[in-house]
């Protein structure tokens, strides 16, 4: 007597939450799946680890701005941290500032944190809400520096507010969509990010 084939799903929800399984297996290459099953609205989610973070977030960088064609900023070498509590993220950066007119090269260190927002529009994880804690650039001249400690925190926020982190491939936000999912809450954890992936309704 032959095997008894599987029972084939009898809905299209049934089929969307077999589809959305296989999904959250391929459609984020390089992540951890959450442990744990999906829920009964057909939920699921992935995590990316701290390792991971910080390997997208080097990508952005070095990350250099001229202004006016008298100054350069760089930053470089971030290092990422989890802050589960706020539900944000801390990352601190070094940081070099070239006059053009003098030559001159100053080095620091720039400490900020801030929390996360998805861009359906292109389909990115981006920085929110961005705050700098900490910014000191290395044998400025006091007057300088009283200028620096002034303006440059807010220069440096509006600079990396809106910087993505992670830019998901448009054929797998594509496939998502047919499947009826999308991007819903970001979630730090002491382990990693959680990105949930909740259904959008039937299509």
Avoid: K, W
Wanted: include cysteine.
């Amino acid at each position: 007597m032959p095997p008894m084939a599987a029972p084939i799903p009898t809905t299209r929800r049934q089929a969307q939450r077999l589809l959305g399984g296989a999904l959250a297996a391929v459609l984020l290459p390089g992540l951890t799946a959450c442990a744990g099953t999906p829920g009964g609205d057909g939920a699921r989610s992935v995590t990316l680890s701290q390792e991971r973070l910080n390997e997208l977030l080097a990508r952005q960088f070095p990350y250099t701005r001229s202004f006016s064609g008298l100054a350069e900023l760089s930053l470089v070498s971030p290092r990422l941290t989890l802050l589960p509590a706020s539900n944000r993220l801390a990352t601190a950066f070094g940081l070099v500032l070239t006059e053009r007119l003098t030559g001159s090269r100053h080095t620091g260190g720039l400490d900020l944190d801030y929390g996360l927002r998805f861009d359906a529009r292109e389909g990115a994880v981006r920085m929110a809400d961005v705050r700098v804690n900490r910014l000191d650039l290395d044998r400025l001249p006091r007057a300088q520096q009283q200028l620096v400690s002034q303006y440059a925190p807010r220069l440096a926020e509006q600079l990396l507010a809106d910087l993505v982190i992670y830019r998901f491939p448009a054929e797998q936000l594509a496939l998502a969509r047919n499947l009826g999912l999308a991007v819903g809450a970001l979630r730090v954890l002491p382990d990693g990010l959680r990105v949930e992936l909740q259904p959008q309704g039937l299509r």
